[in-house]
């Protein structure tokens, strides 16, 4: 069985849902984001609408104002540099909401070979 990436945020959120497996990647999320010093606390009952948004926020907040903080997010995480390096950092919002689909993509992985392996 294949890992295949899904292509947006939403579609990544309702096949984490599909599989059952939303709530442990909310819990991934927590631990990935507090091992890097940024508390995040999404509640289990966080719908995925609201994780996007939320994230999205919460990027959007580092990149502005923690950059350092931010950098090490995403080496916590492990993010692709690469994948990062091809995003346009024009405009703030939009970086910050291709970086929360990067940064949920990795997430996504991890819960799901975890899952299947």
């Not at 916590?76 to 950092?89: A, T």
């Not at 024009?90 to 993509?105: G, M, P, R, T």
Request: hydrophobic share 45%; aromatic share 12%.
């Amino acid at each position: 069985m294949n890992f295949i990436s899904p292509n947006t945020t939403d579609l990544l959120l309702s096949e984490a849902a599909s599989e059952n497996l939303y709530l442990k990647l909310i819990e991934q999320i927590n631990k990935d984001f507090n091992l890097a010093n940024e508390a995040i606390d999404f509640p289990m009952s966080t719908s995925p609408e609201e994780l996007k948004i939320q994230l999205h926020e919460k990027i959007y907040r580092l990149i502005q104002y923690k950059f350092a903080e931010y950098l090490n997010l995403l080496y916590i995480i492990d993010v692709p540099e690469d994948q990062i390096k091809k995003l346009d950092g024009s405009d703030i919002s939009e970086l910050s909401a291709q970086v929360a689909f990067l940064i949920l993509k990795r997430e996504w992985m991890k819960v799901w070979f975890r899952n299947k392996y």
